[in-house]
């Protein structure tokens, strides 16, 4: 029998962890959340550039964790309905893409992790179901810089009240 790559063995391992999650209650839904195999596909395929990196989809696969305890309300974070319709000329099956998205972002450490949940319309009936998940790293606060003419006003100023 031939021996497994490491990429092939964490894969393999990602994606026994997410066929077992099956479904997760959502508090903040107030429904569940389906596991299936639409999200499975998305995490190694992006629907317009094909498969995604293997570095990447060894970071999302590895998000999963986290993404069921966020969903499950265990990690506190914000939540945002959207909808979104997406033109029929992105999609393979030329069937449109719309539907309800839900972003949910939490703050774990110095990165935001964001688990995307989906709604929308498919053969057996409409139901919320996992899409994505990813982390993106924390932006440092930028140093805003004063316009020279405020500088200017505020020194003229400050001058001013010392002179009194």
Same mark, same amino acid.
């Given at each position: ?11 393999? /391992? ?13 508090? /903040? ?21 094909? /498969?995604?990196?293997?570095? /990447?989809?060894?970071?999302? =696969? ?97 001058? =001013?009240?010392?002179?009194?």
């Amino acid at each position: 029998m031939q021996k497994m790559s490491p990429y092939s063995e964490k894969l393999f /391992e990602g994606q026994e962890y997410y066929r077992q999650i099956e479904y997760v209650e959502s508090p /903040e839904l107030k429904d569940r959340v389906y596991f299936d195999d639409y999200g499975l596909i998305h995490l190694s395929h992006d629907s317009r550039l094909g /498969e995604r990196a293997e570095k /990447e989809q060894l970071e999302r =696969l590895e998000l999963l964790h986290e993404a069921k305890e966020i969903l499950q309300g265990k990690i506190p974070s914000q939540c945002e309905k959207q909808y979104r319709d997406i033109p029929v000329i992105l999609q393979r099956r030329g069937n449109g893409s719309k539907g309800n998205y839900w972003i949910f972002k939490a703050y774990i450490n110095n990165h935001r992790t964001t688990v995307v949940v989906r709604e929308g319309p498919r053969k057996d009936g409409s139901c919320k179901y996992f899409w994505s998940v990813f982390q993106s790293p924390l932006s440092k606060p930028k140093k805003r810089a004063i316009a020279p003419w405020l500088t200017q006003k505020i020194r003229r100023r400050t001058a =001013l009240a010392y002179a009194r």
